[in-house]
């Protein structure tokens, strides 16, 4: 038998997809995080989530997006942001049906992003 990865224990494909359909809703509805992507396409944005956390899960895609430091630079992003995405990307896994195991080990490998996400931030004002 295939071995089994953390993509499968996500639901593979549909899993994956209704995860990030509900994160779009969990940050639509988050007047702190909403403001952030007023000039996003948010069909590009959830397909190249999507395809980045199939890549991360060991599921069989293959992340060709940009960088995340360069898809994040200078939006003024701050930890208690990230936090707050982080947090609603758990949410949308238990909504989903997704088990603490899987989920937890997924956040543990969205955590290393943080440092990327975080170089290219604007400094903040004095
Ligand atoms: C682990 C956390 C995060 C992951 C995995 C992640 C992942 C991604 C990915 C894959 C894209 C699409 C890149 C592209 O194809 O152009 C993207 C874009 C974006 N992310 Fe994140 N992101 C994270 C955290 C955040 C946070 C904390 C914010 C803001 C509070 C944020 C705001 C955005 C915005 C606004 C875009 C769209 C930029 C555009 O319109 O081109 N992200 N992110």
New binding site residues.
């Given amino acids: 038998a295939d071995h089994a990865t953390l993509y499968d224990a996500l639901g593979g494909r549909p899993g994956v997809e209704a995860t990030v359909e509900n994160l779009m809703y969990r940050i639509a509805d988050d007047p702190t995080?909403v403001g952030?992507?007023t000039?996003?396409?948010i069909d590009?944005?959830a397909a190249?989530?999507e395809q980045?956390l199939c890549d991360l899960a060991d599921g069989p895609c293959h992340?060709d997006?940009?960088p995340?430091d360069r898809?994040?630079q200078h939006?003024g992003?701050t930890n208690a942001?990230?936090n707050?995405?982080?947090g609603h990307?758990e949410q949308a896994l238990i909504a989903e049906g997704v088990l603490l195991g899987a989920r937890n080990r997924l956040l543990g490998r969205?955590a290393p992003?943080?440092g990327e996400?975080m170089r290219r931030q604007s400094p903040p004002a004095h």
């Fill in positions: 995080l952030f992507f000039n996003t396409n590009h944005f190249s989530l980045q992340y997006g940009p995340m898809a994040h939006m992003i942001d990230f707050r995405l982080v990307m969205l992003l943080h996400i």
